[in-house]
Nanobody, 128 residues
Framework: EKLLVESGGGLVQPGGSLTLACTAS????????IGWFRQVPGKEREGVSC????????YYDDSASGRFTMSRGFGENTMYLQMNSLQPEDAATYYC?????????????????????WGQGAQVSVSV
């Protein structure tokens, strides 16, 4: 069974940092596009960052660029999203997801419809 499990969410003050982890079981990240998404109640899910399975390039949404860093643990089947300078508008449930192929992550953005395996989500709260 293919599973993704997020961890590392929590409450942080504005300007603080959190690192989310996404651990896979039942498959390896090799050759698949992997993405981080977030959603707040009443709003559409938005793509935050992704890594292409075809060439390893990483994309960041404008909201994340310069503050968030997506990486893969060396020798691990875990993806990380390091989030710095967090602001109240970053508060959301964060999900990691795997695409159905190496594609879905492009230099122009994330094609969410190509992601078919999702984790349960990790809550990130940003408040004084």
């Amino acid at each position: 069974e293919k599973l993704l499990v997020e961890s590392g969410g929590g409450l942080v003050q504005p300007g603080g940092s959190l690192t989310l982890a996404c651990t896979a079981s039942g498959f390896t990240f090799d050759d698949y596009a992997i993405g981080w998404f977030r959603q707040v109640p009443g709003k559409e899910r938005e793509g935050v960052s992704c890594i292409s399975g075809s060439d390893g390039s990483i994309y960041y949404d404008d909201s994340a660029s310069g503050r968030f860093t997506m990486s893969r643990g060396f020798g691990e089947n875990t993806m990380y999203l390091q989030m710095n300078s967090l602001q109240p508008e970053d508060a959301a449930t964060y999900y990691c997801a795997r695409a159905d192929s190496g594609y879905g992550c492009y230099h122009t953005g994330i094609r969410g419809s190509q992601f078919d395996t999702w984790g349960q989500g990790a809550q990130v709260s940003v408040s004084v």
